[in-house]
């Protein structure tokens, strides 16, 4: 199967001014626009409501995990009675998929301005660390997290948002490939970046410094192998490997 790029999707990536939306699908993802652009504020990702509800949840998880208690009592400290967690169908889900959405979106602040230089592999690194250290304050729960992760009804909205995540990151990173390359990428850094993410949930040390020696140490070897395997096929599957790998260590069965 042949890879292709279309010119719009090459002129916009070049540009590195407006980039494809990221469309949400279920009922707590909710942005509809086609493109966005960094130069303007784009649209919240959930609705005001939810986002109080939610936020104000997530305060919560460290001592009650992600649960539907975890969202009462976020609901009672905005105000709002314990029925209105009804406006969440996925239920604990719910709380799960917005610390994904918003750290997420929250690595574009971090981005490092024009007179900041740095090469798009230290800034993959920087990227990669900075958004693994946003799951530090609730890490003793995570794990509960990847098992709704894992859940056959939330297995499309999780890949799809590692996805989005490795896309978000090569892109604030600078990366402007417009070949087979741009797909590579992409898949290598979810597997990496969903392996470091699990090794996390068991690393003690102090800053999780292990853990960070665990990315450096991956992302190396993903630069020497993709310098080394000039195969795309060859490529991709071993990161596809790699990829079931990390999901059969979730519970998937595949």
């Known amino acids: 199967m042949a890879f292709s790029t279309p010119k719009v999707l090459r002129t916009l990536w070049t540009t590195h001014v407006v980039r494809p939306a990221l469309k949400y699908q279920g009922s707590f993802q909710r942005c509809r626009c086609a493109y966005h652009s960094y ?11 939810e986002t109080t509800i939610l936020s104000a949840a997530l305060a919560h998880v460290p001592t009650h995990g992600f649960t539907t208690t975890a969202l009462c009592h976020g609901a009672r400290d905005a105000n709002y009675p314990d029925v209105s967690i009804s406006m969440f169908p996925a239920g604990e889900f719910a709380l799960v998929n917005y610390h994904l959405v918003t750290q997420r979106l929250a690595l574009a602040k971090s981005r490092l301005s024009p007179d900041q230089p740095a090469s798009v592999g230290a800034e993959v690194r920087r990227l990669v660390w900075k958004r693994l250290y946003a ?11 990847l098992a709704l992760l894992a859940l056959p009804e939330h297995l499309q909205v999780s890949l799809q948002e590692l996805s989005l995540l490795s896309d978000e990151i090569l892109f604030l990173a600078g990366d402007i490939s417009v070949d087979a390359s741009w797909y590579t990428k992409r898949a290598s850094l979810a597997a990496i970046y969903g392996s470091s993410e699990l090794f996390m949930t068991q690393d003690d040390s102090p800053g999780f410094v292990e853990t960070q020696e665990f990315v450096n140490r991956r992302l190396d070897e993903a630069e020497k192998v993709r310098d080394a395997v000039g195969m795309v096929g060859t490529w991709v599957g071993m990161q596809g490997i790699g990829l079931v790998n990390i999901l059969r260590s979730k519970g998937v069965r595949i």
């Open 135 to 145: 799951n530090a304050p609730i890490i003793n729960r995570w794990q509960e997290a």
């Open 39 to 49: 130069e303007y504020e784009a649209p919240p990702p959930f609705p005001a409501v």
